[in-house]
């Protein structure tokens, strides 16, 4: 869909991501970590958005798509799963910018969201030593006394993953052609040893529709 303006690419697998062990790091916050939105950009509001997990791996498409979509439907978006109408790795019958243009007209869409992993690294972190200090007792006469015992742990080096995601809005309202340029918001989000696949879906789309929501780049209409 690149000479629609969309960048259907193929970044690192949307979420080969998950299959690590730890934590989700700032989600807390349920903001993009950076974002960046069209100048003039002013025709927020939405009637229908399709939700699209870019990249191989169905599962993680299908539970990021299933979440993006539950949370904008909360905030009022009318927003469907984009794997009902753009199939994954494409078909024989959607293969050219105009099969695309003609499924976003047939389905009446005027926003697409596309969500895919365009980084992953490991960093190595070392882990200093520490001073535990633990407490004795002992008795003297009538009386117990305490003293500490020291011990000192070592250092090490531990790797740690951390996944950047991105998300992208489309503007499709309007005559739609190939080579137009439709893109009005991106945002950008990283993950630190998420825990596991649907962790990693809640953490990112909380953050993204959050984000939407906050500064109002997407209304409902």
Known sequence: MKNVGFRFSKPLSILTIILTVGIIQGCG?????????????????????AVIGIGKD??????????????????GINAIEGITLFPPGGTEE??????????????????????????????????????L???????VGKYIVRSYQTYTTPGYYSSEKSYLIEAILYDVKGDLYEGKETMVWTGQSTLLEPSSLKNASESFTKRMVNQLMTDQIVTPK
Not at 32 to 40: A, D, V
Not at 112 to 125: F, G, P, W, Y
Request: aromatic share 10%.
């Open 133 to 139: 200090y633990v407490p004795s007792y002992y008795r």
């Open 94 to 131: 959607i293969r050219t910018a105009e099969d695309y243009i003609k499924i976003i007209k047939e389905n009446d869409l005027d926003g697409v969201i596309t969500m895919a992993l365009v980084d992953s690294k490991e960093t190595d972190r070392y882990k200093p030593s520490e001073t």
């Open 29 to 49: 916050s349920a903001k993009m970590g950076s974002t960046w939105t069209k100048e003039g950009y002013t025709d927020r509001d939405y009637s229908k958005i």
């Open 58 to 75: 169905l599962s993680a498409r299908n539970t990021f798509e299933k979440d993006a979509v539950t949370l904008l439907r909360e905030q």
